[in-house]
């Protein structure tokens, strides 16, 4: 036998061929969540705020302490800072870091969750695995898939995960004070990360273990819960009611709609079309689990096995209860935004945990008719989920190109920024004039290492070359307000030699003036129509044209040359700002 068999054979000999099999299983989805994100995210960092002011703090040396516990909306994100500033120094600011992590985080989660099922549930291993496959599928889901693409998801996730550590902390032999030690430090991270992280300081309680005398258990006790109405303390110092947020309860409780915006909540992980229909199914479910559950601590006093449920579905109603008395003042659809989709997923967790709990305390020693029964049903449901998950995994592909390719407009327009400074599309990365003084300092400070157009066609651009009227190069072929008041553009494009273009520059000029750039468009081959021609196609916001008749005329750019190359199909438009105000 080789060295190389002889050393990894007793490993090898303890793998059976279900456990292979379940485990390819579980890694499915978290590769293709993997797949469809390298294949579609885009380096475009936000300098709204955080991270892009304390970046900038930092180039200019006047990052401090209070900066990094500065409030952003509701949140203290001392710790979503702190991990930034760590990673930008490796590579500069490329927020496809932040994505990864997010990948990573999510699939720490899987593997936690599956700890903890090992450590509370004296089950086989076939099972264990098989309810852990389950927590991947619902973990990497396709509503997921969009909050892959978006940094700052990561810190959505650290709270859940943190949570899911102090289970198993507190579930394991572990000596009282180093309980409470561990799960303080995980409940603080919480804390300075998400608001409601809070919840994990009453979640996290230490749990006793044997042979604590009753004088040190009161001792450790008393000094956690000092230590959370510190960390609570301190979070409140010089807190604010973040301006343009809406107030709780938006000025009064109404039941109706705050159980509504719940179900929504909770539906809205699977589906957001019959979110309402699908909310009422999952809390039917765990309420019937629910009931189960108390039945059997009722005659066993087995609460172990059901502790991570009732611990995870705790959160997850915490959770529901703030972002509901926080967010409801903006309707009930608020529920439905896919940020939220990261905190729902504690429920459905908490729902699967206590369906294996329930199979291994009861079920799996029942009568035979008992367990098939429940077998049946879970398969069924399993069956059922898994269908869907396939079903809306196409639809979610479509959502995930579609704002895979904003992305790229906005990254565009960040790119093209010193050109066309009063470009609408950045309002969305940054505001003026503060945002456009941090793309400044980030890129002396070499953390913002993006392709800004160069020096060579910044200075082309002060003089436009003149439209073609019968351009080899390609046309506009459609350009007109839309009944949404967007400015609608569509057209092919190509560079000498069949090339297809970087991009296409939009200009717009008034009254026989020279054309200055409005936009920039992203093209492809998707929608082409001539051989060798490249199609762009794009909605703009309008806010920065001249008003009066304006001419609309556009130009294929060729980065690497620094070189335009002016297009035919030279439009006249009539444009006043009502264009831009909605019906």
């Known amino acids: 036998m080789s060295p190389l068999r002889r050393r990894w054979s007793p490993y090898l000999g303890r793998v059976d061929v279900i456990t292979a099999a379940l485990v390819l299983f ?30 900038t703090r930092w180039c200019t040396g006047t990052l401090s302490f209070r900066d990094l516990f500065a409030q952003h909306n509701e949140a203290r994100k001392f710790f979503p800072r702190l991990l930034y500033l760590v990673l930008v120094q490796a590579g500069g600011w490329d927020v496809r870091k932040e994505m990864a992590l997010t990948l ?32 991947s599928f619902l973990a990497f889901a396709p509503t997921q898939l969009e909050n892959f693409l978006w940094a700052e998801m990561v810190e959505l996730f650290i709270p859940g995960l943190a949570l899911l550590a102090m289970i198993i902390v507190n579930l394991s032999e572990r000596p009282l004070g180093l309980k409470a030690f561990l799960n303080g430090m995980l409940a603080l991270v919480a804390t300075y990360t998400l608001a409601h992280g809070m919840l994990l300081w009453l979640l996290g309680f230490p749990l006793a273990s044997r042979g604590e005398s009753r004088r040190r258990r009161c001792v450790i006790w008393g000094l956690y819960l000092l230590c959370a109405v510190a960390a609570v303390g301190v979070y409140f110092i010089d807190y604010r009611r ?112 206590l369906l294996f709990a329930l199979y291994c305390t009861y079920f799996c020693h029942a009568a035979i008719q008992r367990r098939r029964l429940f077998q049946v049903g879970v398969l069924v449901t399993a069956g059922a989920a898994l269908i869907a998950w396939g079903a809306i995994y196409p639809k979610q592909l479509r959502r995930v190109r579609f704002v895979h390719r904003q992305n790229v407009s906005l990254l565009r327009a960040l790119e093209w920024s010193e050109v066309i400074p009063n470009n609408p599309d950045l309002a969305w990365i940054f505001s003026d004039p503060e945002g456009r003084e941090r793309v400044r300092v980030l890129r002396e400070c070499n953390l913002l290492r993006l ?130 105000q909605p019906q």
């Open 451 to 580: 392709p800004f157009v160069s020096a060579a066609l910044t200075e082309q651009l002060q003089s436009l070359p003149s439209p073609e009227p019968n351009s080899p190069d390609g046309e506009i072929t459609t350009c007109l307000f839309h009944p949404n008041h967007k400015l609608y553009i569509n057209g092919l494009a190509q560079l000498p030699g069949h090339r297809k273009p970087d991009c296409v520059l939009v200009g717009a000029s008034v009254g026989g003036a020279p054309f200055k750039p409005a936009s920039v468009i992203e093209t492809s081959y998707e929608m082409s129509k001539k051989q060798g021609l490249a199609n762009f196609e794009r909605e703009l916001i309008p806010a920065n044209l001249p008003l009066g008749d304006v001419s609309i005329a556009a130009w294929a750019v060729d980065l690497s040359q620094a070189k335009l190359y002016p297009l035919g199909g030279e439009t006249v438009i009539q444009y006043t700002h009502l264009e831009t």
């Open 242 to 353: 973040p301006s343009g947020e809406p107030a709780f309860f938006a000025g009064g409780f109404e039941l109706g709609p705050f159980a509504e915006f719940l179900v929504l909540w909770i539906g809205a992980y699977f589906t957001s079309n019959h979110a309402l229909v699908a909310g009422l199914v999952g809390i039917a479910l765990f309420l019937a689990a629910a009931v189960g559950a108390a039945l059997v601590i009722g005659r066993t006093g087995a609460w172990r096995p059901f502790f991570p449920a009732a611990v995870l579905g705790t959160y997850a109603l915490g959770t529901a209860c703030i972002t509901a008395a926080g967010r409801i003042g903006w309707g009930v659809d608020a529920a439905l935004w896919a940020r939220y989709r990261a905190f729902s997923l504690s429920f459905y967790l908490a729902l699967l945990a």
């Open 26 to 55: 579980a890694i499915i989805p978290p590769l293709a969540a993997a797949a469809v994100v390298l294949t579609h995210w885009v380096p475009l960092p936000f300098l709204l705020s955080t991270p892009g002011e304390t970046f």
């Open 104 to 135: 990573l985080s999510v699939g720490a989660t899987v593997v936690l969750f599956h700890r903890a099922m090992r450590v509370s549930v004296n089950a086989g291993t076939h099972t264990t695995l098989l309810v852990s496959a389950a927590a």
